[in-house]
């Protein structure tokens, strides 16, 4: 990507990453504090007005961060570029990440195959059904269930609208002002999931009223999830960072939403316990190699940096 110039002044990077996160969570709001629009009438409704609100914050974002990368040329490909939006490399970006992301839910994997197991011995099913009518209902339910997820709106919400909308605007966005900006790699790992993490204060107020509970039991569920959003934030920052492709940490955003906290502990087995370890253990020792930029990056030049910000700085 051709750039002109200097690199964005780390003020100005700092600043527009900020009035991002404030855009991103204010505007949730939008319709009933400023549109004045009468409260919605089903969560359903609540939902879709919040993905449209996320959706404009994210294109604003978008458009604001174009206008502030100083490209040379206003092409799309290049534009796209800078945002991780890349077409070579889509299986690697897709299966490496997605598989490093997996170890440190193994306790978890170990703890769902004993549920099953469990399950299956309760009905005194052992031998699974092979049977035409066997494979034909499992099917049925198979097709069942996820159409059922298709017309959830909290399955939208938790698995692919926020996900795709925080990707775009956390690392597709500010990761690249920032390093434009000048911050060093690993500066930018630390600090963008702080802003990240900023961004679901807002959880604190809405958990506190809807759920009628303490102000204290409420701090500490959010607080909690703070520090979990920042751990996840600067692991999804380094895989931007590592790969280049934003794909790379919105499958693991994904992923991770749907299997939730990883199980590190179990009344019922130590075997959890072993295999959350084990896990983590095999995600420290490929995490370098898995997230190699040899395995994401073609280039034949001198450039070593993914996002080109040894030219912009």
């Not at 800078?82 to 299966?95: D, K, L, M, P, S």
């Not at 099917?139 to 709106?153: A, C, H, P």
Request: aromatic share 14%.
């Amino acid at each position: 990507m051709e750039v002109a110039g200097a690199g964005v002044p780390a003020a100005v990077a700092i600043v527009a990453c900020i009035l991002m996160t404030i855009l991103y969570v204010a505007i949730l709001y939008s319709p009933t504090l400023i549109l004045r629009l009468p409260p919605p009438s089903s969560f359903k409704t609540f939902m879709i007005r919040r993905f449209i609100c996320a959706g404009i914050s994210t294109v604003v974002s978008l458009i604001a961060c174009a206008f502030i990368l100083p490209i040379k040329r206003w092409n799309m490909s290049q534009l796209f570029s800078a945002y991780g939006i890349r077409q070579h490399h889509t299986w690697e970006v897709v299966v490496f990440p997605l598989g490093l992301t997996s170890l440190m839910y193994t306790g978890s994997f170990i703890l769902k195959v004993l549920s099953i197991w469990s399950s299956w011995a309760e009905r005194g099913d052992h031998r699974m059904d092979i049977s035409f009518h066997g494979l034909k209902s499992a099917i049925q339910n198979l097709s069942n269930w996820m159409l059922s997820l298709v017309y959830n709106i909290s399955v939208w919400r938790i698995y692919i609208v926020a996900p795709l909308t925080e990707e775009l605007v956390f690392r597709a966005c500010m990761i690249s002002l920032l390093l434009c900006g000048g911050f060093k790699p690993y500066s930018v790992i630390l600090l963008s999931p702080v802003l990240f993490s900023l961004a679901h204060l807002n959880h604190l107020l809405e958990f506190y009223m809807q759920q009628d509970t303490s102000l204290l039991r409420a701090s500490m569920i959010v607080g909690f999830q703070l520090g979990y959003t920042v751990i996840f934030g600067s692991y999804a920052s380094f895989l931007f960072v590592r790969t280049g492709h934003i794909a790379a940490p919105l499958v693991s955003h994904m992923f991770c939403n749907i299997m939730g906290l990883p199980a590190f502990f179990s009344r019922r087995t130590w075997l959890v316990s072993v295999g959350f370890v084990a896990g983590v253990i095999s995600f420290v020792y490929l995490l370098f190699p898995l997230t190699s930029p040899a395995l994401y990056n073609d280039r034949t030049d001198d450039c070593k940096c993914w996002h080109t910000y040894c030219y912009w700085t």
